[in-house]
């Protein structure tokens, strides 16, 4: 949010909209994350998928593939979802690495089309990945349908806002006169489920204020898993 001085009286504008991919480490990370994950549930079901998930992460992502479509027979739906969230990374991987530790620029009018995620039901067969070219490097924005692919790399949507003053006077705010206001996703979402808490908790670093919303019809709701 910024200082709105020369906004229209009690409208906000959108100044620019970018996207901020996560880096080399964080991808490791976060596929390290979704390892922990895919072994957790194997062995809380006792199950085995053949091949050693251990020695599948040391053999690389292709091994770890190998192991999800193995793992897929056993019809579970958390295991499931977790091997398609590995696959849906991967194939953003393969297609965008160029774009990892990068922030680029979104145009404001392309901005909804290209940031509308689906929730597809569970395939019953293993989706098998995309196998898509690397893509060209590039300095501006990407096309709507490329930027949707990356999105499962994507660390953070960035939105300047100019707040008028007769909305919200920051005009007292120091340094660069202006503050972030961090969203999460929320944690526990079908087809995100890991790289939702994987970003909630590095996301955290540095914060501030935490501010929890909570449906009052349903205060005392369950927190998602």
């Keep these: 949010l910024q200082d709105g001085e020369s906004a229209d009286a009690g409208r906000t504008e959108i100044a620019a909209v970018s996207v901020r991919y996560l880096s080399s480490s964080q991808l490791d990370g976060l596929q390290r994350a979704l390892i922990d994950g895919l072994r957790d549930i194997t062995r809380a079901g006792k199950r085995s998928a053949g091949a050693d998930l251990e020695q599948a992460a040391v053999d690389g992502a292709d091994a770890v593939t190998a192991w999800c479509r193995q793992a897929w027979r056993f019809e579970d739906q958390t295991l499931r979802r977790l091997i398609r969230e ?93 503050f972030a206001l961090l969203d999460f996703p929320g944690i526990g979402g079908d087809p995100s489920r890991a790289r939702d808490k994987f970003l909630a908790v590095h996301g955290l670093e540095g914060v501030e204020t935490i ?12 927190a998602p898993d």
Excluded: C, K, Y
């Design 86 to 178: 590995w696959v849906q990374l991967r194939d953003a991987a393969d297609e965008a690495a160029g774009l990892l530790g990068r922030t680029l620029p979104i145009p404001v009018s392309l901005m909804p089309a290209a940031l509308q995620l689906s929730h597809p039901a569970l395939p019953s067969a293993f989706p098998e990945p995309a196998r898509r070219a690397p893509m060209r490097e590039t300095n501006g924005p990407l096309p709507p349908a490329l930027l949707a692919r990356s999105f499962p790399l994507i660390e953070r949507v960035m939105v300047d806002l100019r707040v008028p003053r007769a909305v919200w006077d920051l005009s007292a705010l120091r340094g660069s006169n202006e």
């Design 211 to 222: 501010l929890v919303l909570v449906d009052s019809e349903r205060p005392g709701g369950p």
